[in-house]
């Protein structure tokens, strides 16, 4: 395992490893399976159209839960505290997305930081943004 | 003299920045976005009894306020809000009547300009497609920092139809991106009135802070 | 349309539903979907917990309370987002209660027009009480 940040080396302004991510269509499916949300819009193309969509889409429940597991990866696990997010746009599998995070806070008398989180669709647009609070021991 | 004319602090509903943070970032990176301060923007609403001055005077930064309200045309943002225009518009109102909002905002001692006008549907663009040309508006927002690809293209015709003034913001709802567009002006900015003012004499311009970054 | 909101609607809890109990399968093949790597969420064993957004699989038995205003339409719509305060992790073996209450119905215009939003919060907690997370669900109707 890598070696996680420490509270004491945090600053505010630090970005966060960015990662970009191949949203495979077999892993939006084994989320929505996984998470209970089994329905056409996040598995079948077709199903999706029908609803007006352009096609299957990507659960804002996955997007969150991919950002939550980029600030764990840079604070450790267990760290996040609170995250909170907006979907702004839909995010289509079988494309690459990128996740990122900074530091907007360092809170010393509690050991915590607020980060502001968000998700860019390959065409450059932020389609998910929110802010995440962990806290290091 | 340059400003973010467009952004959101933790008041508005969907944003999720404290005012401090938003100026803690513009220090750091003040090399990247030169910024000399933000006019906060909040969704549907003003209080006039917010009072940043202690921020000011703690980062050196002007912070003036505003409002975005929903209007028949789109959103528009309201600059020098009084209780006089207070009175006359409810602005948790999602429908006020845009032609209303501009004449009255301006007769009342305020300036009303239209935002974000390239958005597909609900930009003023899209609205002028099957409705009249509003009267009276002196600018609208020609660079957006939340823009999607052609949008800020399309306020380019728009404005160069109608004579329209062009300003900038990042419309900003997460700390990072303060300032990633603002507005240049060529006259100092000390107050709200200094404010109106310029947004209504001309001498300014949109500025494009989206790509630099530190050296 | 203004919307014709009954305010006694918020804050009144009108629903509760009762899951579980939690699998190790169920929490590892959603840590697994997210691409999770780390043993705490995808190694069977004692010490084994679900992620930090492994509640947002759950929800109430009913969705809205009865008395929405008839303006907006529920059979179609979209998430806008998820606010999650997090309490003690699920752990395998977990009962999961969800307490379901009205906590924001407004209007506003975005993007794509104008649209009513319903925030629902999810209270949840495990069968000792402890609170796993506070959920503030924001869904967007026409």
């Not at chain 1, 940040?5 to 996984?34: C, H, M, N, S, W």
């Not at chain 1, 995010?91 to 360092?106: A, E, H, I, S």
């Not at chain 2, 409705?131 to 690809?149: I, Q, R, T």
């Not at chain 3, 977990?94 to 215009?109: F, G, L, N, P």
Request: proline fraction near 5%.
């Amino acid at each position: 395992m890598p070696a996680r940040i420490r509270f004491e080396t945090v600053e505010e302004g630090d970005e966060l490893p960015a990662r970009d991510l191949l949203l495979e269509k077999d892993q939006v499916r084994a989320y929505a399976r996984a998470a209970n949300q089994w329905s056409a819009r996040f598995t079948d193309d077709d199903g999706a159209r029908k609803e007006g969509l352009p096609g299957m889409i990507t659960p804002g429940n996955m997007t969150m839960g991919l950002l939550a597991t980029l600030v764990e990866a840079w604070a450790g696990a267990g760290t996040l505290r609170r995250i909170g997010t907006t979907f702004r746009g839909l995010v289509l599998p079988g494309r690459v997305v990128k996740l990122c995070g900074t530091v907007t806070q360092r809170v010393e008398s509690d050991r915590t930081v607020e980060v502001d989180v968000w998700l860019e669709t390959d065409e450059g647009e932020r389609a998910v943004i929110g802010t995440a609070t962990v806290k290091f021991d | 003299m340059i400003l973010d004319l467009h952004l959101h602090s933790e008041l508005s509903d969907d944003s999720r920045a404290p005012v401090e943070a938003y100026l803690k970032l513009l220090r750091r990176r003040h090399g990247e976005r030169p910024l000399d301060g933000i006019v906060l923007t909040e969704h549907r609403q003003f209080d006039l009894r917010r009072d940043y001055r202690a921020l000011e005077d703690q980062y050196g930064f002007l912070i003036l306020t505003a409002a975005e309200v929903e209007t028949d045309y789109g959103h528009v943002l309201v600059y020098g809000v009084n209780e006089d225009i207070l009175g006359r518009f409810d602005f948790t109102n999602v429908r006020l009547p845009a032609q209303e909002v501009i004449g009255e905002v301006d007769r009342l001692g305020g300036v009303a300009l239209p935002c974000h006008p390239g958005r597909p549907t609900v930009g003023l663009c899209s609205h002028y497609a099957s409705k009249p040309a509003l009267e009276g508006v002196v600018a609208v927002e020609a660079l957006n920092g939340g823009s999607k690809k052609g949008e800020d293209e399309r306020v380019q015709e728009l404005i160069r139809r109608y004579g329209y003034g062009a300003y900038g913001g990042s419309d900003s709802h997460l700390v990072s991106f303060v300032g990633i567009c603002a507005t240049e002006f060529d006259t100092a900015i000390r107050t709200i009135d200094d404010l109106v003012g310029a947004l209504k004499g001309g001498g300014y311009r949109p500025v494009d802070f989206r790509h630099r970054r530190a050296a | 349309m203004p919307l014709d909101l009954d305010p006694s609607i918020l804050g009144q809890e009108f629903d509760r539903a009762e899951y579980g109990p939690v699998t190790a399968e169920e929490l590892i093949a959603f840590a697994r979907a997210l691409g999770e790597t780390d043993p705490r969420y995808t190694a069977a064993g004692p010490d084994l917990v679900g992620h930090p957004t492994f509640c947002v699989r759950y929800k109430g038995k009913k969705f809205y309370p009865e008395n929405l205003p008839k303006n907006i339409n529920v059979r179609s719509g979209f998430d806008a987002g998820k606010d999650l305060e997090l309490g003690v992790p699920v752990r395998p073996g977990d009962t999961i209660t969800v307490r379901s209450t009205a906590h924001e119905i407004y209007e506003k215009t975005g993007r794509t027009g104008s649209m009513y939003f319903v925030v629902i919060r999810f209270t949840m907690t495990n069968q000792r009480g402890e609170t796993l997370a506070v959920v503030d669900n924001r869904f967007m109707h026409r």
